[in-house]
């Protein structure tokens, strides 16, 4: 059904797209890459819903998104791998790397998976793999048009399975009933290192300034914006009574206090982890997982106690009653240089939590996906680099790789 890209045209300002993964994936095995993702090729036979009731999935439990029937046949069954140091080795992000062997396709539900990417407007629906860094459906929404990634194995099998067919039944229909959303602007009030970080994710923020604040606005307020919008408290109330958004990214309880109108309790505590269940479509923090806020490297913080909504441990709240949002994790407090390599997965997947809860909000992004699409990989090219991700991939980096321990 989905052997080839499907497009549906919802009118001149509103194109849908689906992207199967056969083009995808064999591309990454010729060894280029048109979209500039990174890719794992592990052959997922378990993945999980991030937005359980998104019409993507309807009808579809967790125990029909696993061990899928028959083989998949997208990938062979068996690598083909260099030798090195009796390890196999691979490329992977133009690094050669050491890897496991794979044998055998059967019961994949995705051959090869999407590294959910840090910049721009990417919606994972489904989510698999180490630490959940990884989607085998997502939505990319841009301007007024959308582009669905299929990563999951629902054509190319050498058996029909009827979760697979199902699933590629709701592509289309979602896909042909599509509607944008109106977008709005990000406005940012905090320090320069939250400033440069919107902008190196592919929003554009201008400013705050509070009187000409309007609901097709998104506020992002980081620390310091607190105590400069203190004295705008009156225009920040009409604004969140009129239906403005703002997302506070690491303000303790006095700065909250300073500008929101209403009041939210915080204590200082250690973070580690925390456990919360996915969130619907229609909320906020839609695409959001506890992998997202795994801090691995453990440090005190104002954990949202009281006053709004509390996700986790209070690394995540959400005020009740308003579109006010709280995320206790800043990517940019997350200095990982001199090889610090669980600070630098903590920003990552930080980077990757900020960005989707401006999306969330409205928050209008761009990256360069549309422009690689346009035009065929030059001659060493390294897409990868190129928009989508804000750290650069070391050998580290990479989750699968063997080291023959």
């Known amino acids: 059904m989905l052997e080839e890209d499907c497009l549906a045209d919802l009118g001149d300002a509103t194109p849908a797209i689906i992207v199967r993964s056969i083009q995808l994936t064999l591309g990454v095995m010729?060894?280029?890459?048109?979209?500039?993702?990174?890719?794992?090729?592990?052959?997922?036979?378990?993945?999980?819903?991030?937005?359980?009731?998104?019409?993507?999935?309807?009808?579809?439990?967790d125990e029909q998104l696993r061990n899928w029937r028959g083989e998949a046949t997208v990938l062979p069954p068996r690598g083909k791998y260099e030798m090195t140091y009796h390890s196999p080795m691979a490329e992977w992000?133009?690094?050669?790397?050491?890897?496991?062997?794979?044998?055998?396709?059967?019961g994949n539900v995705a051959s090869a998976v999407i590294e959910k990417p840090a910049?721009?407007?990417?919606?994972?629906?489904?989510?698999?793999g180490y630490a959940l860094q990884f989607t085998p459906l997502m939505e990319y929404r841009e301007g007024t048009g959308m582009v669905l990634f299929c990563q999951t194995d629902v054509t190319g099998r050498t058996e029909a399975d009827p979760a697979a067919d199902a699933l590629a039944r709701n592509i289309l229909r979602y896909v042909a009933a599509w509607k944008p959303a109106p977008g709005r602007t990000v406005v940012y009030a905090g320090d320069a290192a939250g400033l440069a970080h919107l902008e190196s994710a592919g929003f554009s923020p201008a400013p705050c300034r509070a009187g000409d604040l309007s609901?097709?606005?998104?506020?992002?307020v980081g620390p310091g914006g607190g105590q400069r919008l203190a004295g705008d408290a009156a225009a920040i109330a009409e604004f969140v009574k009129a239906g403005g958004r703002i997302l506070a990214v690491g303000l303790d309880q006095q700065e909250a206090n300073a500008f929101l109108p209403l009041k939210v309790t915080m204590q200082k505590a250690e973070h580690i982890a925390a456990y919360f269940e996915p969130f619907g479509a229609d909320s906020l923090l839609a695409g959001v997982s506890p992998a997202d806020v795994h801090n691995r490297d453990?440090?005190?913080?104002?954990?949202?106690?009281?006053?709004?909504?509390?996700?986790?441990d209070g690394v995540l709240g959400k005020a009740m009653g308003s579109d006010v949002v709280f995320c206790q994790?800043?990517?940019?407090?997350?200095?990982?240089?001199?090889?610090?390599?669980?600070?630098?997965?903590?920003?990552?997947?930080?980077?990757?939590?900020?960005?989707?809860?401006?999306?969330?909000?409205?928050?209008?992004?761009q990256t360069p996906l549309l422009a690689h699409v346009s035009r065929p990989v030059g001659e060493g090219e390294t897409r990868w680099l190129d928009g989508l991700y804000l750290d650069v991939p070391e050998e580290w980096d990479d989750p699968y790789r063997f080291f023959c321990w």
């Open 30 to 61: 010729k060894g280029r890459n048109e979209f500039g993702f990174r890719v794992a090729e592990r052959g997922m036979r378990w993945v999980f819903r991030r937005v359980p009731d998104h019409p993507l999935l309807a009808g579809l439990t």
């Open 93 to 106: 992000c133009g690094i050669t790397v050491t890897r496991l062997w794979r044998c055998g396709n059967r």
């Open 119 to 128: 910049c721009g407007d990417f919606l994972p629906v489904l989510d698999c």
């Open 215 to 220: 609901t097709n606005q998104v506020l992002v």
């Open 298 to 312: 453990p440090r005190e913080l104002p954990l949202v106690s009281g006053g709004a909504m509390v996700f986790g």
């Open 329 to 365: 994790l800043a990517p940019w407090h997350f200095d990982y240089s001199g090889e610090k390599m669980n600070i630098k997965r903590t920003f990552r997947r930080v980077s990757c939590l900020t960005s989707r809860l401006v999306a969330n909000m409205g928050g209008a992004g």
